[in-house]
């Protein structure tokens, strides 16, 4: 049982970091009792590290999921706007094509849309129950823009279908790699004439 | 996490494991050990594993190649010169600070 504890609570850390130093700390979890404070401990740093080596676009992505799920929605026009600078902050950054902005893009819509898609999830499940009579006819809200889908929602006049909820950011993802790309491609513009 | 009440600079992970490493290489768990018996202070193994990561990539210190899973790890000539710099600083401060509690 400890032992199964301890390497679920390693797997928190990411690979790199276990295959340096995910042995020493394995034997030393291993060596003591493991109190709450130690798993605290060890869940709280592996949590940071995870962090730290996370890609900027999965920070811009959860950042943008956080400020969608406070109820502080974006408009689309500035949505968009970030995912072209991504695009391009890739493109400055890393170099190689466009695709690798539209990439990154796509990436950082399909983390703000995670929310959406549990939620259509427990709608279909029957788990999650809105709160819009559901004697209106089921309609496909306007969420194909995830940043601005809650405030859609508080608008809506009819209950949302579930399908709706589950592949509305499925839908923003051409739109994103798109953005994400003509960013990428502004970006090599600018490394060709610097 | 480091336990214990200590607060401030006495209490930073990093610079109680590079005063461990001044006395020579050691590995994780003789680190903690050395930590708490001349500090009082209990780093956890996250905490302990998570500065040794930061002092690593800041070539403060570096690890040794050791039997078995558990690599020793030694002070680099830059974590000596930064270890001699902050306890310096960290002793004109305390230095000032009990003069000036001192009564005249």
Not at chain 1, 115 to 138: R, Y
Request: hydrophobic share 45%; aromatic share 8%; charged share 15%.
């Amino acid at each position: 049982m400890k032992h199964w504890i301890v390497r679920t609570l390693l797997k928190l850390y990411p690979a790199p970091w276990r295959r340096e130093y995910g042995a020493e700390l394995e034997d030393m979890l291993l060596a003591r009792p493991l109190m709450v404070h130690i798993v605290g401990d060890v869940l709280r740093n592996g949590l940071w590290q995870r962090l730290r080596s996370a890609e900027p676009a999965m920070l811009v992505g959860l950042g943008m999921m956080l400020m969608a799920l406070v109820k502080h929605p974006l408009d689309t026009s500035p949505y968009l706007l970030v995912l072209f600078g991504c695009g391009l902050w890739t493109s400055l950054r890393h170099g190689g094509d466009s695709f690798k902005s539209g990439r990154t893009a796509i990436k950082i819509s399909i983390i703000v849309g995670i929310p959406v898609m549990i939620s259509g999830a427990l709608l279909w499940a029957g788990v999650l129950v809105t709160a819009i009579p559901v004697a209106k006819q089921l309609c496909w809200l306007r969420v194909s823009e995830p940043i601005s889908f809650w405030q859609g929602l508080k608008s809506a006049t009819c209950a949302p279908a579930p399908l709706g909820f589950l592949i509305s950011p499925l839908l923003m993802l051409p739109q994103a790699w798109l953005w994400g790309t003509l960013g990428g491609r502004f970006g090599r513009w600018i490394a060709s004439i610097r | 996490m480091a336990r214990k009440s200590k607060t401030g600079p006495a209490s930073d992970p990093e610079l109680l494991i590079l005063s461990s490493l001044a006395s020579g290489p050691k590995h994780g768990y003789a680190i903690m050990g050395d930590v708490e018996a001349f500090a009082g202070v209990i780093l956890g193994p996250g905490t302990l594993y998570t500065a040794i990561t930061r002092l690593v990539e800041k070539k403060l210190i570096a690890p040794e190649s050791g039997s078995g899973r558990q690599r020793p790890y030694k002070l680099t000539s830059e974590g000596a010169a930064g270890l001699t710099e902050q306890l310096n600083a960290m002793r004109r401060i305390a230095a000032a600070g009990l003069r000036r509690l001192r009564p005249a």
